[in-house]
């Protein structure tokens, strides 16, 4: 039914589907994307788990895609991590735009010796990070976010007992990667 709707709205992009959820960009008219994102909070399956808010827009090209393309996968990001293994309630604690915003602001104004528990952690591939990133932060020299936990899994000692606010570019990878690191820190934590 996404091929179709695209279709019919004459949306080109990539949208990945999986059993955790939905992923994906669109390009069109203005008109297009609006009744795009109006169908997917009114649809069944999304209108009591989606907002507005989980959707991005940017002015651009409604050409921006060559074409459509649709497809389900076994995660909604590629990280290697089986999303039947992973368990999203025991996410990490989300902080609004607002609250992420002011702790990242204490932690840019702090000292490095004040800071020294708390970890600014970009999610985003090597070449994403290259473009901009926070000041003082931790950016994996990682090429795909499937390398993300073996990152994890080889810095374990980096991570224990620290805060890390983690960002990257539209919250699926913090979310996959917060879960993930989690209980790869628990299970070392609670082996130790």
Request: contains cysteine; charged residues 25%.
């Amino acid at each position: 039914w996404q091929r179709s709707l695209c279709q019919l709205l004459h949306l080109t992009g990539k949208i990945r589907i999986a059993t955790e959820g939905i992923n994906g960009t669109v390009g069109g008219s203005k008109v297009s994307t609006k009744i795009y994102i109006d169908t997917m909070l009114s649809h069944p399956l999304f209108k009591h788990s989606m907002c507005l808010e989980d959707f991005k827009t940017s002015e651009g090209d409604a050409h921006c895609f060559p074409d459509l393309r649709v497809g389900v996968f076994q995660e909604i990001v590629p990280m290697g991590v089986d999303p039947h293994k992973v368990s999203y309630k025991e996410t990490a604690m989300h902080l609004s735009p607002e609250e992420f915003h002011k702790r990242v602001e204490q932690y840019l104004s702090a000292s490095l010796h004040e800071h020294k528990d708390t970890i600014l952690l970009d999610c985003r591939n090597f070449y994403e990070s290259k473009i901009g990133q926070f000041q003082n932060c931790l950016a994996p020299d990682i090429r795909k976010f499937s390398y993300f936990p073996d990152y994890v899994d080889q810095n374990l000692d980096l991570f224990k007992d620290k805060t890390v606010l983690m960002y990257c570019t539209g919250g699926i990878r913090c979310e996959r990667g917060s879960v993930t690191s989690g209980q790869r820190l628990f299970a070392e934590k609670s082996t130790s």
